[in-house]
């Protein structure tokens, strides 16, 4: 049984997130669940290994992560492979891709801890950086790295739309070369899909599980204001697989390179620069979700 189960929440996430944590964690700790709460870090690099982490997960049954992607990107990469026993996701951030994945709500996240169902799945890799769900390059990526977090904080995911408009111009000179089955390709963005969610509730990912190994990838080869209209109506209605201007492959590795600098997103967060090489991680892991 997942009895044991460390809690790592954000204690920045603001009063009104923090009283729907402890709201929501009260049943289970009625049920006699034993929750240990643990702060979250600022890592200095994406890649660092955190010992209070591992520290607070000995002699644990499970670890459950409370906040939105970033939360779970920042527990996932200060435990690394050090994480051997369930994680699950209490889903109160902005977008909560990794939860909409595995169809995980705020009102149904305990149910999974008390029929102890777990999951296995894969997680991709940027660099030495853990992903669950999605990283891409472009126009996309330089409105989450600009994205005013002010203002995120007030409007939600609206606030992404609003960085984009910004950083529409600085996007224009992009020039993206792919790797891949020894072959290369050049795009004007890039989008690698490890399940099928992007931006919220956009099923973008056709043939793509985090049950399996291995990407969907999309190359956008025109950054235009007209074709970036296109390409979010076809992500919209989930045809961008159709699109014109879009080559679509299928990898478990790939490789980006640009000649000027470039930042990368990873679910929604900013990621490193480029270069980057992005394949699937050697480890699989286990998520506490309903079957």
Request: aromatic content about 8%; glycine content about 8%; overall charge positive.
């Amino acid at each position: 049984m997942l009895t044991k189960i460390t809690v790592f929440y954000n204690p920045f996430a603001g009063r009104n997130k923090t009283a729907r944590m402890h709201k929501a964690l009260k049943p289970l700790a009625e049920k006699g669940f034993q929750l240990k709460l643990v702060e979250t870090q600022l890592l200095k690099e994406s890649n660092q290994i955190n010992r209070d982490y591992i520290d607070a997960i000995k002699e644990q049954d499970a670890v459950l992560i409370v906040g939105g992607d970033g939360s779970i990107g920042n527990v996932l990469n200060g435990l690394g492979e050090h994480l051997k026993i369930p994680f699950g996701v209490l889903p109160l951030g902005t977008i909560n891709l990794l939860a909409r994945e595995m169809k995980v709500t705020e009102q149904n996240f305990d149910t999974a801890f008390y029929n102890n169902q777990t999951q296995d799945i894969h997680l991709g890799q940027v660099n030495e950086r853990l992903f669950c769900i999605t990283t891409s390059v472009g126009i996309d990526a330089s409105a989450v790295v600009n994205v005013d977090l002010e203002l995120k904080r007030k409007i939600g995911r609206l606030a992404y739309i609003v960085s984009l408009l910004k950083t529409l111009k600085e996007g224009k000179g992009d020039a993206f070369k792919v790797r891949c089955h020894e072959q290369s390709f050049n795009a004007k963005a890039v989008i690698v899909m490890n399940g099928c969610y992007y931006a919220g509730s956009n099923q973008l990912g056709q043939n793509t599980s985090l049950k399996s190994r291995g990407f969907e990838i999309y190359l956008l080869k025109e950054n235009n204001i007209f074709n970036l209209i296109k390409y979010g109506l076809n992500i919209f209605f989930n045809r961008l697989h159709h699109s014109k201007n879009v080559q679509v492959l299928q990898s478990d590795e790939l490789e980006i390179t640009s000649e000027k600098q470039a930042p990368l997103q990873i679910d929604g967060d900013p990621g490193p620069d480029l270069p980057a090489t992005i394949k699937s991680f050697a480890q699989t892991y286990k998520i506490v979700a309903d079957l």
